[in-house]
């Protein structure tokens, strides 16, 4: 089983719906018994950093995913969720992240379009199991204005974001929405998947 982690923010549906397509048995919750038994979790979120986390760390559910991931049970964050793996955001002031992943996220700055909406072509800057079967330059959906600095588990890139996604271990993520990129995207859920059994 796949839980994808409902704490009230994002439109969590459609990642439950991209995960059964692929074959998972997906479960929306936030009971930590069921996350215990999930065989991998994702993270989604869509909004602020700063309210997102809030919500996720009541009832000490934040700290919880963090002790799993810990323990080597494979975490993959989306979008929001993603950014909330690192140490730190800078949105709307300096806020304290999970701390799965070394780095900041930060305002994105080299772009005229501000949230960054749409499809970008995505580079694979290192190897990694969740590009298995993707071709390099291969097109994924975004919607961002704050995305995490490069950093040694970069696994990819966009001229938006210097770290499109990242890996470290059992942890990792996306700034894109897999569930909204398509076929290959879609192989991005697989490939997770394929890591839990």
């Known amino acids: 089983m796949i839980a994808i982690v409902d704490y ?51 009832n000490g559910l934040g700290r919880h995913i963090v002790e799993l991931a810990n323990h080597g049970k494979p ?8 950014q909330l793996l690192f140490e730190e955001s800078l949105e ?24 960054v909406i749409g499809w970008c072509r995505t580079g694979q800057s290192a190897r990694s199991p969740l590009w298995d079967g993707i071709d390099d330059e291969s ?13 040694l588990h970069t696994i990819g890139h966009t001229e938006h974001s210097a770290a499109a996604a990242a890996a470290k271990g059992n942890v990792m993520g996306t700034q894109f929405h897999p569930e909204k990129s398509g076929a290959d995207g879609l192989r991005v859920y697989a490939n997770f998947l394929s890591l839990c059994g």
């Open 139 to 151: 097109y994924f959906y975004f919607v961002h204005s704050y995305t995490p600095e490069h950093s």
């Open 8 to 58: 009230g923010v994002g439109n969590i549906r459609s990642v439950e719906r991209a995960l059964i397509h692929v074959g998972a048995e997906a479960r929306l919750t936030s009971d930590k018994d069921e996350l215990d038994r999930a065989e991998g979790i994702v993270l989604p979120g869509v909004g602020a950093f700063a309210p997102a986390l809030e919500k996720l760390s009541e």
């Open 75 to 82: 975490l993959l964050g989306v979008c929001l969720g993603y």
């Open 92 to 115: 709307h002031g300096r806020h304290e992240g999970l701390g799965l992943l070394p780095g900041t996220v930060v305002e994105v700055t080299n772009s005229e379009r501000l949230p």
